[in-house]
């Protein structure tokens, strides 16, 4: 049977960590907390309680964070000018514009307009272009969190086969790049074969490239995509996806990833759960960019101030 990959656990291991350096830092270098501002537009109840856990964690470590309650009438070109205020505030580190954003905005042009050094989501297509070329840069949580975890558990990644499901510009794809990334570039290479199959791969490919993965990243919102009989005996298979379903047993409503967790995990190697598997470990991430945010910028600072 799997050995279960504990994200809840090892996100609080690392927020103690940063918790300690943030502390050390600011002594060391004689500088305020690092700032984190979270922009939320509309009542989506879901985005709510996802800034709630963010502002909680930021909390948690000692980044002091702030959110900006939007109305969902706002228009594109006035939440455009608050985010311009916000990049040129020296009082500010991290900027997280929260989506989905109502229909009559632009997402892409929004995650744009966010500077690339206050970037803490790494949307802004800048850094992913650099994450695309193996340059350090602001990674998506996400993707820094699932790297983070089999990096945790010393899940060999060279030379090993890949496949991602799911080709979102914010999950999927930045995942992807991750794992093929070359170790003798700038970043911290994983040096996998990839494989990426997403809505249109006929569901016997999927199966058969599964099979033949030492390493299974889903990310679709598909309960139930990924059964035992894809895996590959002892594989590890990491589950990003989140979908609220009712639960028949106990009449109340629960969260599933993409795979079928309890089949799968009797033929897996390891396996995250959901919940407690990524999802805890994107928060915390999100900490983690938001002090390199605010280490860098406090360094620019000072660098201007001696000029
Ligand atoms: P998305 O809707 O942007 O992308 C879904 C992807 O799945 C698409 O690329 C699509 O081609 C692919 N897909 C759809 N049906 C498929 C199928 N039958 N077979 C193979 N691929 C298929 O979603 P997203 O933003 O990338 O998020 C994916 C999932 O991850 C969602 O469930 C979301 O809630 C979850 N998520 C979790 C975290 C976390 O912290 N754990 C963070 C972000 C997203």
């Known amino acids: 049977e799997a050995k279960i990959i504990d994200g809840k656990k090892i996100s609080e291991e ?10 050390e830092w ?11 501002t979270c922009i939320l537009v509309g009542e989506d109840s879901a985005s709510q309680v996802y800034v709630k856990n963010k502002m909680k964690a930021a909390n948690d470590v000692g ?24 990049n040129d505030d020296n009082s500010v580190d991290g900027i997280l514009v929260q989506l989905p954003l109502p229909d009559h905005i632009d997402d892409k042009k929004i995650c744009n307009i966010v500077s690339c050094e206050k970037d803490v989501d790494g949307f802004n297509s800048t850094n992913l272009g650099r994450l695309s070329q193996d340059l350090n840069t602001m990674v998506p949580c996400t993707p820094l969190g699932v790297q983070e975890l089999l990096k945790k558990y010393d899940i060999e990644t060279f030379g090993k086969t890949a496949v991602v499901v799911g080709r979102s510009a914010h999950v999927g794809k930045p995942i992807q790049s991750l794992l093929q990334s070359d170790g003798r570039h700038e970043i911290s290479g994983m040096d996998c074969t990839t494989i990426m199959c997403h809505r249109f791969t006929p569901p016997e490919k999927l199966k058969k490239f599964c099979r033949e993965a030492d390493i299974i990243i889903v990310a679709v919102g598909k309960p139930n995509l990924i059964r035992e009989d894809m895996i590959k005996p002892g594989a590890c ?12 047993e106990t009449k109340k409503s629960k969260l599933v990833g993409d795979v079928d967790f309890e089949n799968v995990k009797k033929v897996a190697g390891l396996i995250t759960p959901v919940p407690g598997g990524v999802g805890p470990m994107t928060v915390c991430m999100l900490m983690k960019n938001t002090f390199t945010a605010a280490k860098r910028l406090a360094k620019l600072r000072k660098e201007k101030l001696i000029k």
């Open 63 to 86: 980044i002091k964070s702030e959110t900006i309650n939007l109305p969902k009438t706002i228009s594109e070109d006035e939440l455009i000018q608050i985010i311009e205020r916000l």
């Open 26 to 36: 600011m002594q060391q270098e004689n500088v305020r907390a690092p700032q984190l």
């Open 14 to 23: 690392i927020k103690i960590e940063l918790r300690e350096q943030i502390k």
């Open 237 to 248: 298979v990491i589950d990003v996806g989140i979908t609220r379903i009712y639960d028949e």
